[in-house]
């Protein structure tokens, strides 16, 4: 446990849900953590208890929240959990965070298996589907131009983004053809308790987290994590995006709601101490601009000069292009924030130098 996790509150201590299995968190709620071939090697998802109204008066069964990447092994995990798990009732409905891989990655296969109803918000689902569909989308040639043009110019870095062009569609290889859509203020009705969308933004195009007052509980998806900062970047497709203002102003929504809230993060465990915990990832980014605004003031800085004052380890490939997305974010707020004046330099690099 770090030193800032020491001010958090885990209710449930180190206990984690086995493969195949859940553990129930509230009444109704239930955990599934799922492993990840990735460096963040796990997602947590959320089973609730829910009843939607048939033809022939209410159908008891479950909602699941986020879905894990397409994989086998992710399936026969889904598996043993519809064998086990269920008390031999159906999925009802599939409720997704936001479009990346390891939240939307199994919905096509999901809802299919249970012919349920995807619901998420439409600019997700919408971002999601291009991209299922592109040859580029997280890599390719505009990827590498975007990133050349922050100041990474490593041929063989370089290369290897460019040639990344299937990324997206491996993890994700189809989304349902419709969905219901999830928008900031809306309540949906899971298992006769209210659950109110907040929206979020800076890590997704229109992330939605879920709180229910009843049970104290906030499904917090990727914007409310407790032990890492949420990945706030910027990408070719919106290559102007003020993505960490966005990403700091959506987390205060979140002050609002009680200070005993019990947060479900999908990755890390359950906790306590929510207004704790946004005051840490304000400090966080605070100290990272103030970092960044110093280099800046030194000298004219790209973003490939800010990695090694923003991130003090080796970083390998796929770490860089994240990297650089967050420097890229921290810059923008700063220049949007009127503090740094941008120029793109007669070789194509875009540098950000104190006002
Ligand atoms: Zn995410």
Redesign the pocket.
Known sequence: MNLLEQQLHYPLGDVLPEPGTTLEVAPGVRWIRMSLPFALNHINLWLLRDEMDGPDGPVQGWTIVDCCISRDESKAQWEAIFATQLQGLPILRVIVT?M?P??IGLAHWLCERWQAPLWISATDYNVARLSTQSTTGFGGESAARFFASHGLTDPDSIEKIRARTNYYPSLVPDVPRSFHRLMDGYTVRIGGRDWTCISGYG??PEHIALHCAELNILIGG?MMLPRIST?VSVYDVEPESNALTQFLDSIDKFSALDADTLTLPSHGKPFKGLHKRIEQLHDHHRDRLAEVMEACQRKPCHAADILPIMFKRPLDLHQTTFAMGEAVAHLHALWYGGQLRRTLDGDGIYRFSAV
Do not use: I, L, P
């Open positions: 936001h990346h390891d939240h890590h997704a990727d990945n």
